[in-house]
């Protein structure tokens, strides 16, 4: 994504800007069918009203040959305006050199500058003003004049019109130069109106394309819903936390999303306060906490529903919380191991001398509560690991076997004690060194609280119907109190009066790295149960 922006937002006069050749054809389309459109009226008015209208009053023959003449060679110039071809300013210069040639003539064959027929010329300047854009038409328009003066001496030469028309020629051809300078005045604001609004064009473009970009890569959901609470767009965030409910039909409501979240966004339209809710869908099994923005424009009156992901959440708080723990447990290994290993060795050799049992007694309170504070450490130092994962498959089957059997050794506990259920089939994936630890934590516990008999402690692993491999770890213990099963999982926490507080919450924290799931889950018969999810929907 970061280079598909990088090449969207170039600076602005790198931009691509919108070509203006095809508007400039196009508009001299539109110039040669007005001027078809002229010369047929021309020609057709003087067929019908040509001695009311006095057109061609002065040589009818003239006015009719130059008339069709001039339709004949408009027609020929549609076509070339079609194809392009020849270039643009050859055909404008053609085409507006025949209406100057044109016109002209027919003013002189209708009686000359009395009849107004050059006042057409004003039309045609105007017209190739705006198409040309460019200082030429002050040329045209200096034909113009000269066409409409030599026509007027002509005139006057010829059949002794007045001389005081010379007037009207001049009036006539300053009107020529006041249009020509007028339209291509206009067509220079018009020019740069076109750049501008090009650039505009390329600014809006960027900030909805990004704008696309942003919402489409967004891993949290973003809908846009109507009053009626009908979704009318939505991200794949969305339709990733919600589930695939977008797909089945071709507008879907929020109640169809989710009855809960349409209550929301009801709520929401009375009051327009945020509650933060944080909402649990079950075909996704995702938490989602809600926002509605406002959304009230032309017409259009709605929310943006913006879906923030919880667990994403709360996975960038858990890299937070294992970088402070990273600085924490370096900090620790070397601030207070060092100084808890002197203190240890001074104790020892202090204990070595000859004392009374009370000073004794003392000396070993210091050793104790030392080591005791050294497990501390050492179960700190493993929260480090937690970020280091290496998965492999491992078989509960043979694993369970081989860890139970190792344990009776170092616990030097009976090997009735453990009873083993393992389906065969029961294969997870999960970091080895991890992996022994959590059944290191979980079973210890299991030992210190259990009756000792055989089965005591059961080791349990089977499929779920979901595909899950769940493993239990019961004994026999006492039954936690309800207070207490809150506060399992938080560090520090021990019912015990040797314990540190840290194996249940190691231990879940290493499941959670292995994508596991480690709870409390009390039995019917009084059994404490810790149950371990592996991957597969977690059950409820």
């Given at each position: 994504m970061r280079d598909k922006l990088a090449l969207l937002f170039l600076p602005r006069t790198q931009q691509p800007v919108v070509p203006v050749a095809g508007d400039l054809w196009r508009s001299l389309y539109f110039f040669n069918l007005y001027r078809l459109l002229l010369a047929g009226v021309l020609l057709s008015l003087a067929a019908a009203f040509g001695e009311v209208l006095q057109l061609g009053e002065r040589d009818h023959a003239l006015f009719y040959k130059v008339a069709i003449a001039y339709f004949v060679l408009v027609l020929v110039a549609l076509p070339a305006t079609r194809l392009r071809h020849p270039q643009f300013t050859l055909q404008l210069a053609f085409q507006v050199g025949t209406d100057i040639a044109c016109l002209t003539l027919l003013s002189y064959a209708s009686g000359g500058i009395p009849?107004?027929?050059?006042?057409?010329?004003?039309?045609?300047?105007?017209?190739?003003?705006?198409?040309?854009?460019?200082?030429?038409?002050?040329?045209?328009?200096?034909?113009?004049?000269?066409?409409?003066?030599?026509?007027?001496?002509?005139?006057?030469?010829?059949?002794?019109?007045?001389?005081?028309?010379?007037?009207?020629?001049?009036?006539?051809?300053?009107?020529?130069?006041?249009?020509?300078?007028?339209?291509?005045?206009?067509?220079?604001?018009?020019?740069?109106?076109?750049?501008?609004?090009?650039?505009?064009?390329?600014?809006?473009?960027?900030?909805?394309?990004?704008?696309?970009?942003?919402?489409?890569?967004?891993?949290?959901?973003?809908m846009l819903v109507d009053e009626r609470g009908v979704v009318r767009q939505f991200n794949p965030g969305a339709e990733r936390l919600l589930g695939n409910v977008f797909s089945k039909a071709a507008s879907i409501t929020l109640g169809e999303c989710s009855p809960v979240l349409d209550a929301l966004y009801s709520a929401w339209r009375q009051s327009h306060a945020n509650r933060l809710d944080v909402l649990h869908f079950p075909a996704t099994d995702s938490s989602v906490r809600v926002r509605f923005l406002p959304v009230q424009r032309g017409g259009f009156w709605g929310a943006v529903v913006i879906l923030e992901d919880m667990q994403r959440v709360q996975a960038q708080a858990q890299q937070v919380k294992l970088a402070a723990l990273g600085r924490l447990t370096a900090n620790i290994a070397h601030e207070v191991r060092n100084p808890l290993s002197a203190i240890s060795y001074a104790a020892e050799l202090l204990r070595e001398d000859l004392h009374d049992p009370a000073q004794t007694r003392l000396f070993q309170i210091i050793l104790d509560n030392a080591d005791r504070l050294n497990n501390i450490?050492?179960?700190?130092?493993?929260?480090?690991?937690?970020?280091?994962?290496?998965?492999?498959?491992?078989?509960?089957?043979?694993?369970?076997?081989?860890?139970?059997?190792?344990?009776?050794?170092?616990?030097?506990?009976?090997?009735?004690?453990?009873?083993?259920?393992?389906?065969?089939?029961?294969?997870?994936?999960?970091?080895?060194?991890?992996?022994?630890?959590?059944?290191?934590?979980?079973?210890?516990?299991?030992?210190?609280?259990?009756?000792?008999?055989?089965?005591?402690?059961?080791?349990?692993?089977?499929?779920?119907?979901?595909?899950?491999?769940?493993?239990?770890?019961?004994?026999?213990?006492?039954?936690?109190?309800?207070?207490?099963?809150?506060?399992?999982?938080?560090?520090?926490?021990?019912?015990?009066v040797g314990g540190t507080g840290l194996g249940l919450y190691i231990a879940r924290e290493l499941c959670a790295a292995n994508g596991a799931l480690l709870e409390y889950r009390p039995q019917a018969d009084g059994r404490v149960c810790f149950r371990i999810v592996f991957g597969g929907q977690h059950e409820s």
């Open positions: 009849s107004n027929l050059g006042m057409l010329l004003l039309v045609s300047l105007a017209s190739a003003g705006l198409v040309c854009r460019g200082k030429i038409t002050l040329f045209f328009a200096a034909l113009a004049s000269i066409a409409v003066l030599l026509e007027h001496s002509y005139s006057v030469l010829v059949h002794e019109a007045p001389i005081s028309l010379y007037m009207q020629a001049g009036f006539l051809s300053t009107a020529f130069f006041a249009v020509a300078w007028l339209t291509h005045t206009l067509s220079k604001y018009a020019v740069a109106s076109e750049k501008l609004a090009a650039l505009r064009g390329v600014d809006l473009s960027n900030l909805a394309e990004a704008n696309r970009l942003v919402i489409q890569d967004m891993p949290d959901g973003v450490v050492l179960d700190v130092l493993q929260l480090n690991r937690r970020d280091r994962v290496h998965s492999e498959s491992l078989n509960l089957f043979d694993k369970l076997s081989l860890f139970v059997e190792t344990l009776q050794y170092t616990e030097g506990v009976v090997p009735a004690v453990f009873l083993i259920e393992v389906a065969p089939s029961c294969v997870v994936q999960f970091d080895r060194g991890h992996f022994d630890q959590v059944l290191w934590n979980l079973c210890r516990n299991a030992l210190r609280y259990c009756q000792k008999k055989p089965g005591s402690v059961q080791l349990r692993a089977w499929q779920a119907e979901d595909g899950a491999t769940v493993l239990e770890v019961l004994n026999d213990g006492p039954p936690v109190d309800a207070d207490a099963v809150q506060k399992l999982f938080e560090p520090f926490f021990t019912t015990s």
